[in-house]
C-alpha cells in the first residue's frame, strides 16, 4: 500500500514526509480525532510476514511508552492500518544533533547543556532494561526551545530487514548477526560490528563517539570505506580530546576514554553512571573556573658546579622532570627538543614561555661536587613573572632521584593538577637505584641526541657501562637498542648491529615492559628485522601507556611507510607533528607519502610547515645538519630548487662523510635533477655504512634514477650482501 500527503491513514491525515532511514518513513500528520499534530512512523514493509518480530516490537514499543522522560520522545499508540503498522508520537520541531554538529565544535557550556539530558534519557532507559542499539546524531532532536529529545529506544533490533548488502558507500550496516541487529557503523561498538550481544555499555560507547563529536567538530574513529572504518573502530585509538579542545575541562577527556573502551568491561555499566560523572563536571570546575589545561616548559638547568661540567646532568635532570610530566593527562608539557632549543638563547621568561606556547617555566641549576648536590628550581608564571613555587635542595648524589620526585610533585601541586594513583606511582618511578649508572645514562642520552655516527657510538658506549653498573637498568638496554637500531638503519648496516637492537630490546622488555620507550625500542627493533606485526603491536603497546610518545608514534609512521601503508603512515605522522609542532622531520616526510598518492594540496601545505620548522631550528642552531638537509628536500619539491641546493650544499660543507647526511642529500639531488651528483652522494653513503634497502626502494625522492646503471648496480651489491 503507498501513501502520499494528503491521505487518510486511519484517524489522521498525511502532510508531508520528514523523515526516512533503517526503521521505516516518518510523516508529519494531524490526528482528526484529537485536532493535533503528530508523527506517524510507518514500520518497513514486510514486517507482517514476519509475526513474531512484529509481536517483539509492538511488546518492546509498549515498555518504552510506559518511559515517561522529559528527553525521551513519547510514544502515544501503536497502530495498523490493514497492511500498515505505524507508531504514533509526540511531533518535535527542531533540528537534529547531526544538523548542529555540522558547524564544528560547541562551547563547553553549550556541550553541556546537551550532553546532561541525552545521557540521562539514556540512562533512564538503562534503568528500565531498554537499550537503544542504535545511537547516532540523527536520532537526537533539539527543539527550537533548546529541549533534547532521543528517538527509537531499542526498537531497530525489532523491525530491521533480516538480511541487507552493504555497498562501498554505505554507512549503515543493517545485517542482524546471531539475532543481533547492527546499527550504523560510525556509531557502533566494536561488539557490535563483530555480532556479539549489545547492552547498555554498547550505548555507552556510541555515547561517547557522539559526546566527542560534539565537542571537538570531528568523530574520534573514522575511516574513508566500510572497510576502513569498522578497521579504526576494531582497533585504533581517538585522539586525546585535550589536544583538540584544550579549554575544556581535562576530566571530560577521561570520561570519553572510558565510554571509547574496546573492552565492553571497561567501559561505564550505564548511562546512569556516565551521566553522574558529567554531573561532577559542571559542578566542580578548576579553581577560579578556569576550564584550560596547565602547560609547563621545562628548561634545561644551568651548570653551577665549579668545573662546569656538568651540562649532561643538568640537561639529563630537566629531561627526566619532562618524562615524569608528560605521564599526566591534565598537564601540557613542551617537548625536551623545543624546551632545550632555547638553551642560551637571550630571552625573558614571557618571550620564552610565547615562543614555547606555555603558562608557566621552570627553571633551576645543578652545583655537583664530588658526592655532593644542590639543585634550586622555581616555578614562575609566565604572564606576570609571578613565582608559584621554588625550593632548594642540598643533598648526597644518592638523593637525585628523591629530590626529581619532590620536584614533579611540587609541580603538580603548584598547578592545581590531579592525579589519579596511576599516574601518581607513574611520576614516582625510579628506572634505577643507583646513581653511577643513572649518571652514564644522563650521559647516553646527551650524546644520542645530537645524532651523529660518533655521538651516537659514545652513547652507546655510555649505556653499556650504565648497565655494567646496574644490569637490571631496562632504560639503559633500550638506549642501547636504539643505538644499534641507529647504527645498522644509517651507518654500519653489519648484522651485529640489527642482532644487538632486537638483544638489547628484548631484555628491556623482559625488564620493565610498561615502559613506553621502552616498548618503542622494541618495536624499532622488530621493524628492522621485518617482524612488522609484532613491531606494530609494539608500537601500539607504547601508545597505549602513553599517547603522547613521539619516538613511538614517529617510527611506527616510518614502519608503515615501509611496508607500503601509506594512510596509516599519513595518520602515524601526523599525529607525531601534532605532538611536536616544532619537528619538522615529520611533515617533511608526510609530504612525500601525499605526493606518492597525488594528493598534492596536502603535500604542499606539509612542506610548508615542515621548512617552517626546520627554518626556526636554523635561526637558533645555523649547524643542524638535518634541518638543513630536510628542509632541503621541501625547498626543492616546492620548486625553490637555488635555495633549496644551497641548503644542501651547506649541510654537506659541515659533515661530508656522515651516510645518513650524504643519503637524503642524495634525495635533494635527485628531485632537482641533478642525478650525476645524486648518484655520487649516494654511492659514498653506501660506502660510509648506509645500506638500508627497503628505504631505498620504497623512497619516491629516487625516482628519477630507477632506470640509471649505477643504480640498478648499487641495488644488486646491497641485495647480494644481505
Known sequence: MTIGAGEQVSHYRLVEKIGEGGMGVVWKAVDSTLDREVALKFLPEGIHQAPERLERFEREAKTLAALDHPNIVTIHSIDREGELSFLTM????????????????????????LALPMTDAVGAAHEHGISHRDLKPQNILVR???????????????????????????????????????????????????????????????????????????????????????????????????????ELPPRIERILERCLEKSPDRRYPSAVELRDDLEQVRRRPRAGGDTRVPTIAVLPFADSSPERDQDYFCEGIAEEIITALTRVKDLRVASRASSFLLKGVAMDSREIADRLGVGTLLQGSVRKHGNRLRITAELTNAADGYQLWSERYDRELKDIFAVQDEIADSIVEALQVTLTPRERRAIRQVATADPRAFDFYLRGRKFFNQYGRKSIEFAKQMFSRAIDVDESYARAWAGVADCSAYLFMNVDHREENRRRADEASLRAIELDPDLAEVQASRGVALSLMERFDEAEAAFEAALRIDPRQFDATYFYARDCFIQGKYEKAIERYERAHELRPE????????????????????????????????????????????????????????????????????????????????????????????????????????????????????????????????????????????
Open 90 to 113: 509526540e511531533l518535535v520541531r527542531g533540528r537534529t544533533l547531526d544538523d548542529i554538529l555540522s558547524e564544528g565544535g560547541l562551547p563547553f557550556e553549550q556541550w553541556m547543556d
Open 144 to 246: 527550537d526551545d533548546g529541549l533534547l529529545k532521543v528517538l527509537d529506544f531499542g526498537l531497530a533490533r525489532s523491525v530491521r530487514p533480516v538480511k541487507e548488502s552493504i555497498g562501498a558507500d554505505d554507512t549503515t550496516l543493517t545485517g542482524e548477526l546471531d539475532g543481533m541487529i547492527l546499527g550504523t557503523i560510525s556509531y557502533m561498538a566494536p561488539e557490535q560490528i563483530e555480532g556479539r550481544p549489545a547492552g547498555p555499555r554498547s550505548d555507552v560507547f556510541s555515547l561517547g563517539i557522539i559526546l566527542y563529536e560534539m565537542a571537538a567538530g570531528r568523530r574520534p574513529l573514522v575511516g574513508d570505506t566500510v572497510a576502513s572504518q569498522i578497521a579504526s573502530l576494531l582497533r585504533d585509538r581517538p585522539r586525546p580530546l585535550g589536544e583538540l579542545r584544550p
Open 583 to 722: 619537528d619538522y622531520q615529520a611533515p617533511t616526510l608526510v609530504a612525500q607519502v601525499y605526493e606518492d598518492l597525488g594528493r598534492a594540496e596536502e603535500a604542499t601545505d606539509a612542506r610548508r610547515r615542515g621548512i617552517k620548522a626546520a627554518e626556526r631550528r636554523l635561526e637558533l642552531s645555523p649547524d643542524d645538519v638535518r634541518a638543513l638537509y630536510m628542509g632541503a628536500n621541501g625547498l626543492v619539491a616546492l620548486g625553490e630548487k637555488k635555495r633549496g641546493l644551497q641548503w644542501a650544499g651547506r649541510a654537506l660543507a659541515i659533515e661530508s662523510d656522515d651516510p645518513m647526511l650524504l643519503y637524503n642529500v642524495a634525495c635533494v639531488y635527485s628531485l632537482a635533477g641533478e642525478l650525476e651528483q645524486a648518484l655520487e652522494c649516494l654511492r659514498r653513503a653506501v660506502e660510509f655504512g648506509f645500506a638500508h634497502v627497503p628505504w631505498i626502494r620504497s623512497d619516491s625522492n629516487l625516482a628519477p634514477l630507477r632506470g640509471h646503471p649505477e643504480f640498478v648496480a648499487l641495488l644488486e651489491r646491497l641485495d647480494a650482501r644481505d
